[in-house]
């Protein structure tokens, strides 16, 4: 039988080598495990503590965001497939800020260069924010656009028709120039009227 002679002055025979090997590869077995226990979670790990070190401005410094071009924003918001409406709400920005800003009017600052380098690298982050709009809040954004146009158009129709009616009444010597109650009267029985429609 040959001896090795280790660098301690202990001697480790051929067995002894071949038991230290098979007891790291099952340690190595028990390790691998020991995870896909944990990942299906059979096994719990016991909480330790964790001691975080921050990192300082003597260590570490954040690399500057890139500057952006009107174009590349244009070139940005065409790889993603989006309208500056919709690329404007992905970024929580004014849709007239993006088109400024793809104008060239504006250049985008601050965390906005951020942003846009986080959605030039990671556009299916971006992608994430903006969902489809389905036929019903499609449904409920004309109803309510109806509705105010509606209303609109009836004020302007009631206050039209009391002033022709004030006017022609002045014109016939009958009526004063309309007062300040009159006219609070007029207003007052066509918000009545219209809060009688919206009932129907």
């Known amino acids: 039988m040959t001896k090795t002679v280790t660098r301690r002055g202990t001697t480790r ?12 590869g099952q340690h190595l077995i028990d390790a691998l495990d020991e995870a896909i226990a944990f990942e299906r979670g059979e096994l719990e790990i016991p909480a330790s503590r964790v001691r975080r070190v921050a990192v ?12 952006y071009a009107g174009s590349r ?7 993603l497939g989006l309208s500056q409406p919709v690329f ?4 929580n920005v004014s849709a007239e800020t993006v088109r400024a800003w793809e104008q060239g009017k504006r250049t985008p600052d601050g965390a906005a260069l951020r942003l846009l380098q986080l959605a030039e690298e990671h556009p299916a982050w971006l992608t994430k924010h903006v969902t489809p709009v389905t036929t019903r809040t499609r449904a409920t954004r004309v109803t309510r656009a109806t509705r105010a146009t509606r209303v ?14 004030q006017a022609a009444a002045i014109a016939r010597g009958d009526a004063a120039p309309a007062r300040a109650d009159t006219l609070e009267r ?3 029985d066509t918000a009545v009227a219209r809060s009688r429609r919206s009932r129907r």
């Open 56 to 67: 300082t401005a003597r260590e570490a410094e954040g690399v500057p965001a890139p500057r």
């Open 186 to 188: 007029t207003e007052r």
């Open 88 to 91: 404007a709400q992905a970024l």
């Open 13 to 24: 025979t051929p067995a002894k080598r071949a038991k230290r090997a098979k007891s790291l």
């Open 152 to 165: 609109t158009r009836e004020n302007f129709e009631a206050a039209l028709l009391a002033s022709a009616a």
């Open 73 to 79: 924003i244009a070139a940005l918001r065409g790889r």
